[in-house]
């Protein structure tokens, strides 16, 4: 029986894209099970690793069943994949342990977002997928905060190391999501694959991060406005380094 | 021990856990809680994640913290 391919390059886009960024956030978490400040983050760290390359996992396989995967059958195999769809700021190892709170608060909540926009999709794998990311995320937003909330707290190098961290992966993560107009968002949202727009989910997002941060007076170019009841940029994104189809900044 | 010093240390000892939480699981509802181990750290929040990483070998029906600051001594051994 021959069974008829998905013809949908938004959808392999994207599901390339957060396997790619789930693989490369677990191969970074990894280095840091044993090197972790102490034994219980240690033992959080190697769960979260295999939570990451799990959900991974679980994501690949998605690829083999799109048209668009017959041109070059080895990108859809995470051992054999060249393509690198994840993060620019995920290319190099993380130089210490406040990279891994900033990946686990900043780029792991991201990912999660969409998830969470895509757990009535009407793509069924990446519904039932998405409902068990979310279910199994909830606990690794609980570490990244909790993390964030000691190491800001520490203050002196400690506080400062963080918010470097923090910089480091900010501006890439919001872009994740796409421009507004970006076309591979836009027929996902279409085909009610997600339900919202970048620019919704980038809401979404910083509705999340921002309580933390602005309580902590972290400070990022981001204002609650009132009238509205939500956390919107105050400085437009820059998509000069942006690259849609790797969904990542490259460097000039 | 100069100012400098003492902030460093004041900022190690911030980062370094002090509380202790006793972890109390049952596999079975018929089953009573019974101490399974413990963790330390000063966030209630991050207690939780930890015990339920470290603690991850049974399909628990229920998991308790109990601080131990809490706990009142009766009987000392």
Redesign the interface.
């Known amino acids: 029986m021959i069974s008829k391919r998905i013809d949908n390059a938004a959808l392999f886009a994207m599901l390339s894209s957060l396997a790619d960024n789930k693989q490369a956030i677990g191969r970074r978490y990894a280095y840091w099970c044993n090197g972790a400040?102490?034994l219980?983050?240690a033992?959080?760290a190697?769960?979260?690793t295999q939570d990451e390359l799990g959900h991974a996992r679980t994501l690949y396989p998605l690829l083999e069943d799109f048209s668009q995967a017959e041109a070059d059958p080895q990108q859809v195999e995470p051992m054999t994949r060249t393509l690198h769809y994840h993060l620019g700021t995920l290319d190099q190892d993380f130089a210490g342990w406040c990279d891994f709170v900033a990946t686990n608060f900043l780029v792991d909540t991201a990912l999660t977002t969409f998830f969470e926009a895509a757990q009535d999709s009407s793509y069924d794998p990446l519904r039932q997928r998405a409902r068990k990311v979310v279910q199994e995320e909830h606990?690794h937003f609980?570490?990244g905060?909790?993390?964030v909330?000691?190491?800001a707290?520490?203050?002196?190098?400690?506080r400062k190391t963080l918010v470097a961290s923090l910089q480091k992966f900010w501006d890439e993560t919001l872009c994740w999501f796409g421009p507004q107009d970006d076309p591979t968002m836009q027929r996902l949202q279409n085909e009610d694959v997600i339900d919202a727009s970048p620019d919704e989910l980038r809401s979404r997002y910083l509705a999340k991060v921002m309580p933390v941060l602005n309580s902590l007076e972290i400070e990022f170019p981001v204002a609650f406005n009132a009238t509205t009841k939500r956390w919107e940029l105050t400085q437009a994104l820059s998509w000069e380094n942006w690259q849609a189809s790797s969904r990542r900044l490259e460097q000039a | 021990m100069s100012e400098t010093q003492e902030n460093t240390a004041s900022r190690r000892n911030a980062l370094n856990e002090s509380h202790v939480w006793q972890v109390y699981a049952r596999r079975k509802y018929d089953e009573p809680l019974h101490e399974i181990g413990n963790v330390m750290a000063d966030d209630v929040e991050l207690a939780r994640v930890y015990a339920r990483s470290i603690y991850d070998e049974f399909s628990w029906v229920e998991m308790v913290l109990v601080p131990r600051e809490t706990i009142v001594t009766v009987i000392e051994s």
């Open positions: 400040p102490a219980e983050a033992v959080a190697a769960a979260m606990l609980v570490h905060e909790g993390w909330r000691r190491l707290k520490a203050g002196g190098a400690v």
